[in-house]
């Protein structure tokens, strides 16, 4: 079993910036892959960054450029860095970890932080 829980959230002013962190615990193998996915009102989950236990992360096309992602891994900790935010980043900010176990694809998700843009 993986724990995962995010802090960082909370309300910002546009342009403004936050940082996000999510931390792991448990049963993790060495190679793994971090997620950081949003949720905005009335709109499906979407992805926003990816990282691997190797440090190479990933980046959605829409958040190219504003998000910068960066882990620990001694600590399995990531961190979502977000500038020049928007009213329409306004979401739940979830963070996944993905694994193999056992020959199977697990993926395990905290229970999100909000992150309240204000125009």
């Known amino acids: 079993q993986v724990q995962l829980v995010e802090s960082g959230g909370g309300l910002v002013q546009t342009g403004g910036s936050r940082r996000l962190s999510c931390a792991a615990s448990?049963?993790?193998?060495?190679?793994?892959?971090k997620h950081w996915h949003r949720q905005a009102p009335g709109k499906q989950r979407e992805l926003v960054a990816s990282?691997?236990?190797?440090?190479?992360?990933s980046y959605a096309d829409s958040f190219k450029g504003r998000f910068t992602l960066s882990g620990d891994s001694a600590k399995n900790v990531v961190y979502l860095q977000m500038n020049g935010l928007k009213p329409e980043d306004t979401a739940v900010y979830y963070c996944?970890?993905?694994?193999?176990?056992?020959?199977?694809?697990?993926?395990?998700w905290g229970r999100g932080t909000q992150v309240t843009v204000s125009s």
């Open positions: 990282i691997l236990s190797s440090g190479i992360a």
């Open positions: 996944s970890l993905q694994q193999i176990e056992s020959g199977r694809d697990r993926e395990y």
């Open positions: 448990g049963t993790i193998n060495s190679f793994n892959v």
